[in-house]
């Protein structure tokens, strides 16, 4: 029978040895590492935690400065939305108040023009009244007083006429274009017994000569102002008496001063 020595193998013993060894290397490595990685976590979030309070801090201080900020903005241009509010508004007061003085200057002004015109009127009214042996016109009356008066009056004259009830008419036609009142009714008897014997439709003037009218307003408002445009004059005269009725003027003359007389 074969005996075997009790001597160990030496490479029997060796691996065991190296073995260990290794194991304990890996656990060494295994727990620094984990240390490292702790270490690690623990910073990060050590820094994760100083970065969130700096950032919260950051933020809300960065909030403030904002508002603050926008406060100001907000109050700059609250201001300059007023600045120019006032500018507009002082600027419309400006234009209404130039715009009333200009309307107040023009009525001035026309009622300087009419009075100039009336006070030329009275003065050749006075003329022409009194070389015709008439009373002048009193062209200070008020409009109101001036066709009150005078319409009664030529409402007198016609009265059982054609041309009765325009007396009035015919007053607002003598003050509108500043022809004595008495002139154009005198004329309508001279030419056609006011109004009774007249060529076409309310014509009693001879005037065009033959020109019909649809009214007699309307055919008093183009006598009476053809008078005063078409170079007869607003008053009786015998100039314009020839250029009115050349043939027989002398007679024309006569004539229309009595019915002016009348009225």
Avoid at 131 to 142: E, I, K
Avoid at 228 to 245: E, F, H, L, V, W
């Amino acid at each position: 029978m074969k005996r075997y020595s009790r001597t160990k193998n030496p490479r029997r013993g060796f691996f065991p040895l190296a073995a260990v060894f290794a194991c304990a290397t890996i656990a060494l490595v295994v727990g620094v590492g984990m240390n490292v990685v702790s270490a690690g976590a623990n910073d990060t979030t050590a820094s994760t935690l100083g970065l969130d309070e700096t950032s919260s801090l950051g933020s809300g201080f960065q909030d403030s400065i904002e508002d603050n900020f926008a406060a100001d903005e907000g109050s700059v241009l609250a201001k300059s939305a007023s600045r120019n509010i006032d500018k507009a508004v002082n600027e419309m007061l400006e234009r209404e108040e130039a715009e009333r003085r200009a309307a107040e200057e023009a009525r001035l002004a026309a009622e300087a023009a009419k009075k100039a015109e009336l006070d030329a009127l009275q003065a050749r009214s006075a003329g022409d009244a009194a070389s015709a042996g008439l009373d002048p016109v009193d062209w200070t009356l008020s409009h109101d007083e001036f066709v009150d008066y005078w319409g009664e009056r030529i409402e007198v004259f016609l009265a059982g006429f054609p041309l009765a009830g325009q007396g009035r008419t015919f007053a607002e036609a003598a003050w509108n274009y500043g022809v004595d009142p008495r002139l154009s009714p005198a004329i309508s008897n001279t030419e056609s017994t006011r109004g009774l014997h007249c060529s076409v439709s309310c014509n009693a003037w001879g005037w065009g000569p033959h020109i019909p009218f649809s009214s007699w307003e309307e055919a008093i408002d183009t006598h009476v102002r053809g008078l005063k445009n078409c170079g007869y004059g607003p008053m009786i005269t015998y100039a314009g008496a020839q250029r009115y009725c050349p043939p027989t003027a002398d007679d024309w003359y006569r004539k229309t001063v009595y019915a002016m007389g009348q009225i």
